[in-house]
């Protein structure tokens, strides 16, 4: 326990505070690169790096020995490199590009990840240099990239191909997080197949999951996201990973309720004995999912405590009714080692991706272990 709302790694702090631990991602990423063999390891730092913050995870990463990186939109790709100053890093955009942004790619060295016919005709039509550009074939998902066809199609224009030069071919697994899918097995054949149509061309199959899948799932390059900030590959927590998110709030406020009293909004619980029980300084306002009540739960003087009637927009209630040493100010562990964010998650029937997003875009946020110049 910690006293009076003292962070162990910063000021004093009066609401839900999350601590990013950068010595926890990088335990990951070397978790994740002996996981994947000879592969490269390009960590994924989509939606500001999970929530967890793209310029200090990117930077720390880079410091482990990471030097391609990816995101989802040319916005995030130019706050990125500008984060990234002087590495000379590759930065994926899987969006790809659209109409008139080919010069904002040129111009800061970033690497579209094409998606259809329409995307490298723009390429070809506006690339004034020999930028590289990346390809993406939809290999059974259905969402973004091209067709088997059309990737046979440009496979048998050999004018088009020399012209676009891929430097990379990706797809993306739909089903990763459910090893015994049949999916899984099907875009493996699938990619296998269209990696023949493009020999001479690095290829990239597996996000987080897929590495799990095993060393055929790996190919040239893996692309973590979730298993780099904590979430485990299957939706459950993996012992291997180290928590990076750790949320905490201070108790406000401690109470004795009596047996027949109810606690919270719409009085949906009713203390079944006498509790005690604590008010803490985290809502959903901070991220923490109203839906993880009643069956989550947060970590608190060696143990896990249970929620208290619903959680509301800044406060939750806890039941410290065991846990007679509890103060005013002390912390309560929300997310962190734990309490993992695959438990919040499933708990409120939700997803850790959402979980980690919706945290780190609410809640004040502190780095341990940032990488200096
Ligand atoms: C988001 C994303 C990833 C990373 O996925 P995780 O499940 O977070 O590891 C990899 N590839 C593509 C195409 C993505 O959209």
Not at 40 to 48: M, N, R, S
Not at 318 to 336: E, S, W
Request: charged residues 20%; proline residues 7%; neutral net charge.
């Amino acid at each position: 326990m910690t006293s009076q709302g003292q962070t162990p790694y910063g000021p004093p702090m009066s609401g839900a505070h999350l601590t990013i631990d950068l010595d926890a991602l990088s335990a990951n990423y070397r978790l994740l690169q002996t996981l994947s063999g000879a592969s490269e390891v390009a960590p994924v730092v989509k939606a500001d790096g999970y929530g967890m913050g793209a310029a200090q995870t990117a930077r720390r990463l880079w410091a482990e020995g990471a030097r391609t990186f990816y995101v989802a939109r040319l916005t995030e790709g130019l706050a990125l490199r500008m984060a990234l100053g002087a590495r000379t890093a590759r930065i994926l955009v899987f969006d790809g590009m659209s109409p008139g942004e080919a010069p904002v790619f040129e111009a800061h060295g970033l690497i579209p990840v094409l998606n259809s016919p329409q995307q490298i005709d723009l390429w070809l039509e506006a690339r004034p240099g020999t930028r590289e550009a990346a390809l993406h074939i939809d290999t059974g998902m259905n969402r973004l990239g091209l067709s088997l066809a059309e990737a046979s199609d440009l496979a048998a224009n050999p004018e088009r191909l020399r012209r676009l030069s891929p430097c990379l071919v990706i797809s993306h697994l739909a089903c990763a997080a459910t090893p015994e899918h049949r999916l899984n097995r099907v875009q493996l054949e699938r990619f296998s197949a269209v990696r023949s149509l493009f020999p001479a061309v690095s290829a990239s199959l597996s996000s987080s999951a897929g590495i799990f899948l095993g060393p055929d799932y790996c190919f040239d390059q893996v692309r973590p996201g979730i298993s780099l900030y904590g979430g485990g590959p299957h939706d459950r927590p993996d012992p291997r990973l180290a928590a990076v998110a750790r949320l905490e709030a201070p108790i406000l406020q401690i109470r004795d309720v009596p047996a027949g009293e109810s606690i919270g909004y719409g009085a949906e619980q009713t203390a079944e004995k006498p509790l005690k029980v604590a008010i803490i300084a985290a809502g959903y306002a901070d991220g923490y999912p109203r839906a993880a009540s009643p069956r989550g739960s947060v970590w608190f003087d060696g143990a896990a405590r249970r929620l208290l009637g619903r959680i509301s927009m800044d406060l939750t209630a806890i039941d410290v009714t065991d846990a007679p040493g509890a103060r005013l100010g002390d912390l309560v562990q929300i997310l962190g080692p734990e309490i993992s964010v695959d438990h919040v998650a499933s708990a409120a029937g939700g997803s850790a991706y959402e979980l980690l997003v919706r945290v780190g875009g609410r809640s004040e946020r502190q780095w341990r272990g940032e990488a200096r110049d």
